[in-house]
């Protein structure tokens, strides 16, 4: 009873990740509901230091980096000016969004960008015993990881699940994950 009820709010919670859920005993078709391919994402894009200082100072300037993320725009080492990297990346990427990043000291302008992102869908595992191997058998969890899911006819009689095989037969793709190992609902097929 504590296993189907674990089972149970596992769907429930998981509702963004499956679309049929069921006693232990049933199948669990584990899906993800992302369906957009394209999506809105920060990218982060170089900002050339030396173009911002010839076009705010003059051709005779030039970029210098002084340490750090510091930089300076100088013709020599009495002559220097400021950089504004807002100003850089507003006039370089249209963007007044800027990251340092310190592990590479270096500048960023960060730009939002339509990007692809692959598309996660269900993994139908109650499917893939069926083909496998036959009729009779059905999916089911029998623990709490995502590689607790086995096909059955009953206690005695369980073989494996290949979730990239399912998602070749399903998908037509070898490519699959899981989102958390802890949930045996986080497969899915990325395609």
């Given at each position: 009873?504590?296993?189907?009820l674990?089972?149970?709010a596992a769907?429930?919670?998981?509702l963004a990740l499956t679309?049929?859920c069921?006693?232990?005993?049933?199948?669990?078709?584990?899906?993800?509901?992302?369906?957009?391919?394209?999506?809105?994402?920060?990218?982060?894009k170089?900002v050339?230091m030396?173009?911002?200082?010839?076009r705010?100072?003059g051709q005779?300037?030039?970029?210098?980096h002084?340490g750090?993320?510091?930089w300076?725009?100088?013709t020599d080492?009495?002559?220097?000016?400021?950089?504004?990297?807002?100003?850089a990346?507003?006039?370089?990427?249209?963007?007044?969004?800027?990251v340092?990043d310190q592990?590479q000291?270096a500048w960023?302008?960060?730009?939002?960008?339509?990007?692809?992102?692959?598309v996660?869908?269900?993994v139908?595992?109650d499917a893939y015993?069926?083909?496998q191997?036959?009729?009779a058998?059905a999916?089911?969890?029998?623990?709490a990881?995502?590689?607790?899911?086995?096909?059955?006819?009953?206690?005695h009689d369980?073989r494996?699940?290949s979730?990239?095989q399912?998602?070749?037969?399903?998908?037509?793709t070898?490519r699959h994950?899981f989102?958390?190992r802890n949930n045996?609902?986080?497969?899915y097929?990325?395609r």
């Amino acid at each position: 009873m504590k296993r189907t009820l674990t089972l149970i709010a596992a769907c429930l919670a998981s509702l963004a990740l499956t679309t049929a859920c069921g006693t232990p005993e049933q199948a669990c078709t584990v899906a993800d509901s992302s369906t957009t391919e394209w999506r809105t994402q920060d990218v982060r894009k170089g900002v050339n230091m030396d173009s911002y200082c010839k076009r705010q100072y003059g051709q005779q300037f030039y970029a210098k980096h002084t340490g750090g993320g510091a930089w300076t725009c100088q013709t020599d080492d009495h002559n220097r000016r400021p950089i504004s990297v807002v100003q850089a990346c507003t006039w370089q990427q249209n963007t007044n969004r800027v990251v340092f990043d310190q592990a590479q000291l270096a500048w960023y302008c960060l730009v939002s960008e339509q990007v692809w992102v692959p598309v996660r869908v269900g993994v139908n595992m109650d499917a893939y015993c069926k083909r496998q191997y036959g009729q009779a058998f059905a999916s089911k969890v029998i623990g709490a990881t995502v590689g607790d899911w086995v096909c059955q006819t009953s206690d005695h009689d369980r073989r494996p699940i290949s979730v990239k095989q399912a998602c070749i037969w399903q998908q037509n793709t070898e490519r699959h994950g899981f989102t958390d190992r802890n949930n045996p609902l986080s497969w899915y097929c990325e395609r």
